[in-house]
């Protein structure tokens, strides 16, 4: 018998509000996060609206040392994980930590404090040759993101398999996709996983400026992004974390945990064609959630919503609109589908494990989050996107996607773990 | 889960070798690849020296238009992939391309790059930001690359372990293909030696300050004094047994069979670190005695506390001298998480020629109860290895390669 993983504990750290009750509070009322940005002065460059978090890491009892020590990114992990795991309630029953492990995902690691960092070495550019006596000891810490998985591991006690997937904008979902492996063959019983990123500085938004990615909506911050809407100009940075206790179906019921949801299927394929740009048939994207739906034993025709990756990018929209159809047929038309990065931009890694929670959440809820800003609709974008605002809908099963650099799509499909049928 | 995954290619990029004769010639005799520092002037850093790379020209190995937009990682794994498919003998079409898939380690990713592009950033402005930094310098880059250029449009992975996701990375693309994948080009790259790069190692506050490039890494010795960088890695081809015996592949260097990963308790805690369990758990994966394991290759951090820990968990497995235990990264530094790999690839070539690659340069502690290799290169029969790596903040991995008759 197949070991089954399902998910009872969440924590999200997002803009808009910490904790996972004031991030579902926001997507169902459909309000945005996105702003001016305001952790540094962002005056020069082309974009400058970005989704931040509001967040004071002492507020959440994180040290002196704690903070000096972790970049934004692992803060925010560290703070997410705490979520999750008290509401997991495995800090009641005890946890073996020879069988709990840690699988974190981030797409960029560190860019805020090697930012920082390099600036105070190289005195502020001047240097070529670097002078390493002004760097902090944590330096070596932000270049290897296996540091983030670290603090997560100290932070909830795990001591069996523990590491980084940085597989950039699908992190969010893969590393949770490995942690359900881990626990299916049998190398853990319980893993805390998800994903975290802080990608708004100033090395970020001058790269994306340089490809012309992001929003130029400077002017209208709080409707900058626009996911399928013909009025799109890019995608918006943001911020944030999720992370969740995964723990194996028959445990989960033994000690009476609440259970989300089940992880019932996952895949993940390449375009192997080029590092930013897409194939506009998204054949892989559209081979990923095959795959993963054929994993999880269900029909297209079993999905209640799907929770879009829905970048802002013509490109993207125009691709992944293209996948659902292949994928899913003439179901493609009547599964309502929502792009939450029109509310809390796109934090590139992490953001998969957001899109994550806010599936769980609408499970929960039988509330499917809205497409904000969509008021314009794209004629080539011909599928339900729920416009503007949230609907009730009986939701038992999502579908949600990630594409990223590098070619790279993952989908995921959850459940409710009593509604799976074979 | 009965089908055997197969190593039946291998390209490595390292300081002692480009390719796999020259990387072999050079490591069975323990030959010295650690020099000063070359790529950049070093002489005001503490630490002088590093395993580089000598007569990598990235456009004999890259399509021209790459070069621009790839860090030196980058360029280095596409160099070693080039090898390990030519290796393999599978050509684009040869295989069902979602059957094909990636997964490689990184530790900082496109240190280079970034650091020329922070300098444009901060020197002269946002607008001389290339457009390439948004894909070269994070950690995918290698994975996203090897992906295009050999036509995998399985999965693509990437873990970051520090120095122990080189195993991680393996492990992975052996689940690919238990899950259904024909074949996973898996492995881990670093290549830290620029000036931006230097200051992250020196910051980790565990580099060597030896001037003497035999004297400065010394594992095991009672001289230990910290670790040389190095830079490179390697690239494996894995295919699923039945794949690979149906396409008629040419060389079975031998088998991925056992794997363990685990975490150490929280500092300070007093408790036993985790690398003992990890081996535990790879020989249990493998189905295999301690007795059947014929040598170790350490990851041999080179400062006391790490090494000690590393011989204790050795000698609680094996025994007090119950096992040969060799370390050949003496003659490369750390490579990262290009490490591990280069050191599987060790391993099956061991079991290739019947030798044991020496830990050059090292006097074994009388601290530590360990039968190692060194000076010379041993003679031995090799049927299964253990690989080992660990990583900063309490990273414990361990793989079992085996040989294939």
Redesign the interface.
Same mark, same amino acid.
């Given at each position: 018998m197949a070991r089954r993983v399902v998910i009872t504990g969440v924590g999200v750290l997002a803009p808009g509000g910490t904790g996972t009750g004031a991030f579902w509070r926001m997507l169902s009322e459909g309000r945005t996060a996105t702003r001016e940005i305001t952790l540094f002065d962002a005056s020069?460059?082309r974009s400058r609206v970005a989704a931040e978090a509001d967040f004071d890491p002492r507020a959440h009892g994180l040290t002196p040392r704690e903070i000096c020590r972790m970049d934004r990114a692992a803060q925010f992990a560290v703070v997410a994980a705490r979520e999750a795991f008290a509401d997991s309630g495995l800090a009641l029953t005890g946890l073996d930590?020879?069988r709990t492990? /840690?699988s974190l995902g981030t797409? /960029?690691?560190a860019p805020g404090a090697? !930012?920082r $960092?390099?600036?105070a070495?190289?005195h502020?550019?001047?240097l !070529?040759?670097?002078d =390493?006596t002004y760097?902090?000891?944590?330096?070596?810490? =932000?270049? /290897?993101?296996?540091?983030f998985?670290?603090e997560v591991?100290?932070a909830v006690?795990?001591?069996?398999? /523990?590491?980084?997937?940085?597989?950039?904008c699908t992190s969010g979902i893969?590393s949770v996709a =490995?942690a359900a !492996?881990l626990i299916r $063959?049998g190398?853990a019983d319980v893993m805390v996983t998800g994903a975290t990123d802080a990608p708004i500085s100033? #090395?970020t938004?001058?790269?994306? !400026?340089? #490809?012309k990615?992001t929003t130029t909506y400077n002017d209208q911050p709080g409707t900058a992004s626009r996911p399928f809407d013909a009025s799109r100009k890019g995608f918006v940075l943001g911020e944030g974390a999720a992370v969740f206790v995964l723990e194996e179906l028959t445990a989960a019921r033994r000690r009476g945990a609440h259970v989300y949801a089940e992880i019932a299927g996952h895949?993940?394929?390449?375009?192997?064609? =080029?590092?930013?740009g897409l194939r506009p048939d998204g054949r $892989?994207l559209a $081979?990923a959630v095959t795959v993963a739906l054929d994993a999880a034993r269900l029909h297209p025709a079993d999905i209640d919503y799907v929770s879009a990756h829905g970048s802002g990018t013509r490109q993207n929209d125009l691709h992944e609109t293209a996948a659902y159809k292949l994928a899913l047929g003439e179901h493609a038309h009547r599964i309502p589908m929502s792009s939450i990065k029109s509310m809390i931009g796109h934090s590139l890694g992490s953001v998969g494990s957001m899109e994550i929670a806010a599936s769980v959440l609408a499970m929960k809820h039988h509330v499917v989050p809205p497409t904000a800003n969509l008021r314009t609709p794209d004629p080539e974008c011909d599928l339900d996107y729920v416009p503007l605002h949230a609907r009730e809908h009986r939701t038992d099963a999502v579908l949600t996607v990630g594409s990223?650099?590098?070619?790279?799509h993952s989908a995921m499909v959850l459940t409710r773990p009593d509604r799976r049928t074979a | 889960m009965s089908a055997r995954t197969l190593v039946t290619g291998i390209g490595v990029a390292a300081p002692s070798g480009l390719g796999v004769e020259d990387f072999w010639a050079a490591t069975r005799v323990g030959k010295n690849a650690i020099g000063p520092v070359t790529r950049f002037d070093a002489s005001s850093y503490p630490s002088r020296l590093a395993g580089e790379i000598h007569g990598f020209d990235a456009r004999e190995h890259l399509p021209g238009r790459l070069v621009p937009q790839t860090d030196r990682v980058t360029q280095l794994a596409l160099a070693a992939a080039d090898h390990a498919f030519a290796d393999a003998g599978v050509a684009p079409g040869d295989i069902d391309p979602y059957g094909m898939g990636v997964v490689t380690a990184a530790g900082s990713g496109g240190v280079e790059f970034g650091g020329n592009e922070l300098r444009k950033l901060w020197g002269r402005g946002a607008k001389h930001v290339s457009a390439y930094q948004s894909f070269a310098w994070f950690h995918a880059a290698n994975s996203g690359q090897i992906s295009i250029r050999h036509g995998l449009s399985g999965p693509s992975g990437v873990v970051v372990s520090d120095h122990a996701g080189g195993l991680d990375a393996l492990a992975q693309a052996r689940r690919q293909i238990r899950a259904g994948g024909r074949l996973t080009a898996t492995g881990g790259f670093d290549a830290p030696v620029s000036p931006w790069g230097w200051a992250a190692q020196l910051a980790g506050g565990m580099m060597s300050a030896g001037a003497e490039p035999e004297r400065a890494y010394l594992p095991f010795d009672e001289d230990a004094a910290g670790y040389v960088a190095g830079e490179g890695g390697a690239l494996l081809v894995l295919e699923d047994e039945d794949s690979a015996r149906s396409r008629g592949a040419r060389t079975v260097y031998g088998e991925l069979a056992g794997y363990g990963a685990t975490f150490d308790p929280r500092p300070g805690s007093g408790r036993e670190p985790g690398l003992r369990r990890a081996i535990d758990t790879a020989l249990t994966d493998a189905g295999c005695h301690p007795a059947e394991v014929d040598v170790v290759f350490a990851d041999a951090a080179g400062t006391k506390r790490l090494d000690r820990e590393e011989a204790e968990a050795i000698t609680s497995v094996f025994g007090p001298r119950g096992v040969p235990v060799t370390a050949p990264k003496t003659t490369t530094g750390r490579l990262g998480a290009g490490a591990a790999p280069v050191d599987v690839v060790s391993a099956v070539l061991s079991m290739r020629e019947g030798l044991i690659p020496p830990t050059t340069n090292v006097e074994l502690s009388p601290a530590y109860d360990l039968d190692l290799v060194a000076v010379r290169p041993r003679t031995a029969s090799v049927r299964t290895a253990v690989v080992l790596a660990r990583g900063r903040g309490g990273f414990n991995s361990a793989v079992i390669v085996r040989a294939v008759d």
């Open positions: 020069g460059f930590p020879h492990g /840690v797409g /960029v690691g090697l !930012d $960092e390099y600036r070495v190289s502020d550019g001047r !070529d040759l670097v =390493h760097a902090s000891p944590g330096l070596y810490d =932000h270049f /290897v993101p296996s540091s998985a670290a591991a100290w006690g795990a001591e069996g398999p /523990v590491t980084t997937v940085s597989t950039g893969d =490995h !492996d $063959e190398s100033p #090395i938004l001058a790269c994306f !400026d340089a #490809i990615a895949a993940a394929r390449s375009s192997a064609f =080029h590092m930013t $892989e $081979e990223g650099f590098g070619g790279f | -």
